[in-house]
């Protein structure tokens, strides 16, 4: 991470300003990228997403102003205050279909660095210089005149170690047991043993799927799924599915030119599974469904031999990685077509997918 920001801050004379980002997400999955103007200018400014691939983004000037962004290290946390010229529906021309009170619970990020550092400026690089990224979430309205909108937000916070009724928040990590509701073993986790679920399409029509992932939430899918040979001529999007250097990929951003691999941000292994069949000996890491679930073979020769724990034959593959990753691929999962049934996943999720209760305390959306 570059030290550049500190030394900034630290000279005797910053002669760059301090240029404050705001990206807020709406209920569709689109996100409003805006600015509280740059030297008394109204233009807009470009600056590059945190993450790979660093797309650079455009932010449209609306006057406003935030308070409230104290520290403390005891006592209530701070419920910091986000006020938005609305002067002829300035602010509410931006949100399209969308109404104020459709923005509680959404994410607002507000990001900070300095002029210099701005796409197109002397200091612009990937990826982008910036101070640390604050996140709120928007709980309610504060005020709503004709003249402004003011949001109250709450800061997402670490919750471990506080007592709910009956059990103590685990942070990071999900504490109910995966399928448990579905297996009998009690708990909030409702995903179901054999990973179907059903899913609705524009037209109002539902088809039933089946998904699987793995503990790194890569997806299994059934050997017959076709996978396209890798071209770099390609524009591949989040319903490819592609065969490359010997692995099978799932796009997970869309891109062409973008070879995969295991440190590509634009692809996700894939991995492929047979039905079970006593008859059939498998090989180390061949993968079958049996149970409802997958396994994996643990040596070469593996032929009938059931599936189950404990035979010292099989792994179950398809387990949960136990964080927020591994629920939003399950809960938010989307076929790559929504027109007909037993479709695999997609390398996108659901928007509107919401975690079930209790699995992380204080995460309402994703």
Same mark, same amino acid.
């Given at each position: 991470?570059?030290?550049?920001?500190?030394?900034?801050? !630290?000279? !005797?004379?910053? @002669?760059?300003?301090?240029?404050?980002? #705001?990206?807020?997400? +709406?209920?569709?999955?689109?996100? +409003?990228?805006?600015?509280?103007?740059?030297?008394?200018?109204?233009?807009?400014? !470009?600056?590059?997403? *945190? *993450?790979?691939?660093?797309? =650079?983004?455009?932010?449209?000037?609306?006057?406003?102003?935030?308070?409230?962004?104290?520290?403390?290290?005891?006592?209530?946390?701070?419920?910091?205050?986000?006020?938005?010229?609305?002067?002829?529906?300035? #602010?509410?021309?931006?949100? &399209?279909?969308?109404?104020?009170?459709?923005?509680?619970?959404?994410?607002?990020?507000?990001?900070? @660095?300095?002029?210099?550092?701005?796409?197109?400026?002397?200091?612009?690089?990937?990826?982008?210089?910036?101070?640390?990224?604050?996140?709120?979430?928007?709980?309610?309205?504060?005020?709503? @005149?004709?003249?402004?909108?003011?949001?109250?937000?709450?800061?997402?916070?670490?919750?471990?170690?506080? /007592?709910?009724?009956?059990?103590? =928040?685990? &942070?990071?990590?999900?504490?109910?047991?995966?399928?448990?509701?579905?297996?009998? /073993?009690?708990? %909030?986790? @409702?995903?179901?043993?054999?990973? &179907?679920?059903?899913?609705?399409?524009?037209?109002?029509?539902?088809?039933?799927?089946?998904?699987?992932?793995? #503990?790194?939430?890569?997806?299994?899918?059934?050997?017959?799924?076709?996978?396209?040979?890798?071209?770099?001529?390609?524009?591949?999007?989040?319903?490819?599915?592609?065969?490359?250097?010997?692995?099978?990929?799932?796009?997970?951003?869309?891109?062409?030119?973008?070879?995969?691999?295991?440190?590509?941000?634009?692809? *996700?292994?894939?991995?492929?599974? $047979?039905?079970?069949?006593?008859?059939?000996?498998?090989?180390?890491?061949?993968?079958?469904?049996?149970?409802?679930?997958?396994? /994996?073979?643990?040596?070469?020769?593996?032929?009938?031999?059931?599936?189950?724990?404990?035979? %010292?034959?099989?792994?179950?593959?398809?387990?949960?990685?136990?964080?927020?990753?591994?629920? *939003?691929?399950?809960? %938010? =999962? $989307?076929?790559?077509?929504?027109?007909?049934?037993?479709?695999?996943?997609?390398?996108?999720?659901?928007?509107?997918?919401?975690?079930?209760?209790?699995?992380?305390?204080?995460?309402?959306?994703?």
């Amino acid at each position: 991470m570059t030290n550049l920001i500190a030394t900034d801050a !630290q000279s !005797q004379e910053i @002669t760059s300003g301090l240029v404050d980002l #705001f990206e807020l997400g +709406l209920p569709d999955g689109s996100t +409003l990228y805006f600015h509280a103007g740059l030297n008394d200018s109204l233009d807009e400014i !470009q600056f590059r997403d *945190k *993450k790979a691939p660093y797309a =650079v983004r455009e932010y449209t000037p609306m006057p406003m102003m935030i308070d409230g962004l104290d520290l403390n290290a005891d006592g209530a946390s701070a419920r910091p205050a986000l006020t938005v010229a609305n002067i002829g529906t300035l #602010f509410y021309s931006q949100l &399209g279909n969308f109404k104020n009170d459709d923005l509680i619970g959404q994410r607002l990020i507000r990001r900070q @660095t300095f002029q210099k550092y701005l796409y197109g400026e002397s200091g612009d690089a990937s990826p982008p210089i910036e101070l640390r990224t604050q996140e709120y979430i928007i709980d309610r309205i504060g005020q709503e @005149t004709s003249v402004s909108v003011t949001f109250e937000m709450a800061a997402p916070f670490d919750l471990e170690g506080i /007592k709910l009724p009956r059990r103590i =928040v685990v &942070g990071k990590y999900c504490s109910w047991k995966y399928q448990g509701h579905d297996t009998g /073993k009690g708990g %909030g986790c @409702t995903w179901r043993e054999d990973g &179907g679920y059903s899913f609705r399409n524009s037209s109002d029509s539902t088809f039933s799927h089946n998904a699987y992932f793995n #503990f790194e939430d890569s997806p299994l899918v059934i050997n017959t799924t076709s996978f396209g040979t890798y071209s770099s001529s390609t524009a591949y999007t989040t319903d490819s599915y592609v065969s490359y250097s010997g692995k099978k990929w799932l796009c997970i951003l869309n891109n062409t030119g973008q070879a995969p691999s295991s440190t590509s941000s634009y692809w *996700k292994e894939a991995f492929t599974w $047979v039905d079970y069949s006593s008859s059939t000996p498998y090989s180390e890491g061949a993968l079958v469904r049996s149970s409802n679930t997958i396994w /994996k073979s643990t040596h070469a020769s593996n032929q009938n031999n059931t599936p189950a724990h404990g035979t %010292g034959h099989w792994l179950r593959e398809e387990v949960c990685g136990k964080t927020l990753q591994s629920c *939003k691929a399950r809960y %938010g =999962v $989307v076929p790559i077509v929504n027109t007909s049934a037993n479709q695999p996943p997609s390398g996108r999720t659901s928007k509107a997918a919401r975690l079930p209760f209790g699995s992380f305390p204080g995460t309402l959306k994703y």
